[in-house]
Every structure is written in structure tokens, then in C-alpha cells.
């Protein structure tokens, strides 16, 4: 037996029952969507695995639709069977088909742009829009998977054959980056793509959605300190100008990351300027109101939190490169969070806050911040 012919056994032992390939798709699909989008909020080295498991799920549904598409062809191809379902069949090929094939030009480096958008945005774009497709696709051919589909030792070693292979694909693929040194070479482990040089005019301007303000005049600007602090306060432009200085990387969620120094004044100084974070005082319940998280609140209503001990260390910048902070990065002052991601480093910041409470509600307000 040939090389080629014992692969194929191989493949083709591999390969679940049909109605398992079914099945397996819409859980692989979503398990994209829920690693795709947990691997926005990690910032950290240690979060690896998302990445990869992202990346090896990503290998496992181009099997497994290689598989359902050698089974169903004729259904696209033979015109006497369309049917109703046809359409939103190709539909939810077509959403497949953009994801996954956005996904690996991206892993090899392209780094083309639609409009405004980079191949990253397009490919959650595409993945966002495959999940309800996938969910009508299998409701109008539902089928409620068998036990037996799925009983079978057999069936764990499969799915764990079919990740080995996928965490083994993106291996293979990162050395021929390598040895090709394309730009995939220089990715981030977040993938993301390095953007060089220093200073405002070395990074894109990134608003998330719709945040867009007019540029703040410097002396109008108050930053007001509160909260649970002992002496609330507003600072002027000119109070922040403290030169702390600090080497931090921005890694966007849209796929780009740059290096750059920093400097302005570091929160925890910030907040000793206004007496310090003190538990609020003089009620019962004043066990609940120790402070706990440090909450930078846009002029657009765009906000974010950090616990309490990340945001001492952490910058409230007004400067970038040597040069004050331009408008589009977030002038007079705009958060640096070593290790979040970029959209957690909220631009144009009027408030900072300390509270007792984690803020939930950021994570609907940086989608809906800037709509009017
Ligand atoms: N107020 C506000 N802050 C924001 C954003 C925004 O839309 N509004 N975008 C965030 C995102 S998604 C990123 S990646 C960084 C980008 O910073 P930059 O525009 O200086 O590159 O700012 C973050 N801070
Ligand atoms: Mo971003």
C-alpha cells in the first residue's frame, strides 16, 4: 500500500457517522465563536491555549465539512433538488467558506484591508455570522443525534485525533512562516501583526463601533478623581503632566500590536492625590463598600475597570513616543493597561473612580458607546 492510499485509510477512519459530521459542525462553529471571543480579553502569554484550541478546532472544520461536502455535493450541484433550504444551505457555506479561509490568510501573514477594516475584522464578521446561519441550517434538516452516533469509544479517540491533527497543521504551518518569513512570522501569540516605529503617527487610530468625539480643549479639560476616595478632586490638563514613564505594548483586537513609551501619571499617584481609596464610611453595610476596582470612564461614555491593585500600577498617559498624546489617540489622557488588550485602554478619559463593585454594564457600553 502506497503512501497516499494508507493517508486515506486514515482520513477516512477518522471520519464520524454522518449524522455525528452534522452534529460535530454546529458544536465546532459555536466552540469557534466562544474561543474567538474569549480570546479578545486575554492579554497574557499564559492564555496560549485559546489561541491554539481556536486554531485546531478552525483545522477540524475544514474536515469535517471536506466530509459533509463529499456527502451532500450532489444536493448543491444537481438543480432537481434545490429546495427551499437550498439557499440559506449556500449561505451558510459561503459564511463557513469566508471564515475559515480569512482565518488562515491571516495565520500566513496577509495583511490586506477591506475599506477599513483588516482580514482580522472580516473574519469575526464572517464567524459572527455563520453561528444563527449554522442554527437555521440545522433546523431545517433537523435530526436529533443517536446515541449510537456518538457512543463509541471510538468516537473520543476521533475528536481527539481530529484536534491533535489541527494543533499539528498550525505547527507545521508556523515553520513554513517561518522558514518562508512571511509576515505571519511575526505575530504575537494573540496573532496579531506588529506595527513599528514610535509616536503617534506609528499606529492606527482605533475606535471600537462608534466612539468619535470632537478633539477636547486642553484647558476645558477636568479630570475628576472620586469615589471611594477621601478627598474627590479635579485635575487640570497641566496636573497630569507628572512624567512617569513606562514601556507598554497595545495589541488591538483587529489584529495589529505596537510597542511604545509612555508616559503621564501613574493611577496609584492619581489617587493619592485624592486622599487615597477609602471604604465608604458610616453605614452598616460598610463591609461591601471596601474598594476594589478602578473604573476610567471616557468623555463618550466608553469605560472600563480594572481591580484595585492593577490600577495603581497602571498609566493614566498623556504622552506617546516623546510627543503629547494626539486627538485620535486619546488626548488629554488616555489609559495604559500593560497586558489587556487594546480595547480595554480607554481614550479620552474625564473620570476616574474608584468603586466596590465590578462594572458588568462595560461590556454592552464600549459596543453602544458614540451612538447617539
Ligand atoms: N473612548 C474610547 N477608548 C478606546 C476606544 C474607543 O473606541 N473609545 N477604542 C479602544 C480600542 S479597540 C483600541 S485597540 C485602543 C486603540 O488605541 P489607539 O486608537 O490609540 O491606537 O483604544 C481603545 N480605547
Ligand atoms: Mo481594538
Redesign the pocket.
Known amino acids: 500500500m502506497g503512501a497516499r492510499a494508507r493517508l486515506r485509510g486514515a482520513v477516512d477512519r477518522l471520519e464520524p457517522p454522518p449524522r455525528a459530521v452534522d452534529w460535530s459542525l454546529f458544536a465546532f462553529v459555536l466552540a469557534e465563536a466562544a474561543t474567538g471571543l474569549v480570546s479578545f480579553t486575554v492579554g497574557v502569554p499564559e492564555g496560549w491555549p485559546v489561541f491554539w484550541l481556536h486554531r485546531a478546532l478552525g483545522v477540524g472544520v475544514v474536515a469535517l465539512l471536506a466530509w459533509k461536502l463529499a456527502r451532500v455535493r450532489r444536493r448543491l450541484t444537481d438543480p432537481s433538488l434545490w429546495r427551499r433550504s437550498t439557499a440559506l444551505s449556500v449561505l451558510t457555506l459561503v459564511a463557513a467558506l469566508g471564515a475559515l479561509s480569512t482565518g488562515v490568510a491571516w495565520v500566513f501573514g496577509l495583511d490586506v484591508r477591506v475599506s477599513y477594516w483588516t482580514l482580522l475584522s472580516v473574519h469575526v464578521g464572517f464567524g459572527l455570522a455563520l453561528v444563527p446561519l449554522v442554527a437555521a441550517h440545522a433546523t431545517t434538516r433537523f435530526r436529533l443525534p443517536r446515541r449510537v452516533d456518538f457512543e463509541r469509544r471510538r468516537t473520543a479517540v476521533r475528536y481527539f485525533a481530529l484536534l491533535a491533527a489541527g494543533g499539528a497543521t498550525y505547527r507545521l504551518q508556523q515553520g513554513i512562516n517561518d522558514a518562508l518569513d512571511t509576515a505571519g512570522a511575526d505575530r504575537r501569540f494573540t496573532g496579531s501583526q506588529p506595527r513599528e516605529g514610535d509616536g503617534n503617527g506609528s ?11 470632537d478633539p477636547i480643549d486642553r484647558g476645558d479639560y477636568r479630570l475628576s478623581v472620586d469615589g471611594l476616595v477621601s478627598d474627590p478632586v479635579e485635575l487640570t490638563a497641566a496636573d497630569l503632566a507628572a512624567g512617569h514613564e513606562t514601556e507598554a505594548l ?5 489584529g495589529w500590536y ?1 510597542v511604545q513609551e509612555w508616559s503621564g501619571v501613574r493611577v496609584g499617584d492619581l489617587l493619592e492625590a485624592a486622599g487615597g481609596p477609602e471604604a465608604a464610611a458610616g453605614d452598616e453595610e460598610a463591609t461591601d463598600r471596601e474598594p476594589a476596582y478602578v473604573r476610567f470612564t ?7 475597570s480594572l481591580p484595585l491593585a492593577e490600577a495603581e500600577d497602571a498609566l493614566l498617559a498623556t504622552h ?1 513616543g516623546g510627543e503629547r ?1 494626539s486627538h ?3 488626548a488629554p489622557a ?2 495604559v493597561a500593560p497586558d489587556r ?9 474625564t473620570r476616574v473612580e474608584v468603586r466596590s463593585e465590578y462594572d458588568l454594564g462595560q461590556w454592552v457600553v ?1 459596543l453602544v ?2 451612538f447617539d
Open positions: 499606529f492606527p487610530i482605533t475606535s471600537w463601533v462608534a466612539d468619535d468625539p497595545l495589541d488591538c483586537t483587529s505596537t471616557s468623555v463618550t461614555g466608553y469605560r472600563w506617546v498624546l485620535g489617540h486619546g488616555r489609559l488588550r487594546g480595547f480595554q485602554w480607554v481614550k479620552w478619559v464600549t458607546s458614540g
